[in-house]
């Protein structure tokens, strides 16, 4: 069983918040964060790459392979999904039973 911790979404400011929480507060290993991009067909791989890459400070020698979905209503015009993950099985169970304190105490 593998223990990522991820998240996935299209605007910069979520990611690198995600990322500021996982750097400062988490403590992660930087050379252990990895991401991976969505695309549509058309849209400048390269160019993207090179975005995400400088939104998140991680080198595109650690981005996953990169998902090419076919044309979409948004080729084109936007930069893309970005996904980042950390995979640790300690910080993993630790933030998952954070979680459900959490949601237990506002009763969820």
């Known amino acids: 069983m593998t223990y990522p911790v991820e998240i996935t979404n299209t605007d910069p400011r979520i990611i690198k918040i995600f990322l500021e929480f996982l ?3 988490i403590k992660v290993d930087e ?3 990895k ?3 969505q695309i549509h067909e058309g849209d400048s791989l390269n160019k993207l790459e090179d975005y995400w890459s400088k939104v998140t400070g ?3 020698k650690r981005f996953n ?3 090419i979905h076919p044309n979409g209503k948004k080729h084109g015009k936007g930069i893309g999904t970005c996904k980042i993950r950390y995979t640790n099985k300690d910080i ?3 933030l998952k ?3 459900e304190v959490i949601l ?3 009763g969820v």
Do not use: A, E, G, H
């Open 65 to 67: 392979k990169t998902i």
């Open 58 to 60: 991680i080198p595109r």
């Open 97 to 99: 039973s954070s979680l």
């Open 92 to 94: 993993y169970l630790n």
């Open 35 to 37: 991401v991976q991009i």
């Open 31 to 33: 050379k252990l964060l």
């Open 104 to 106: 237990q105490d506002i």
């Open 23 to 25: 750097r400062k507060d």
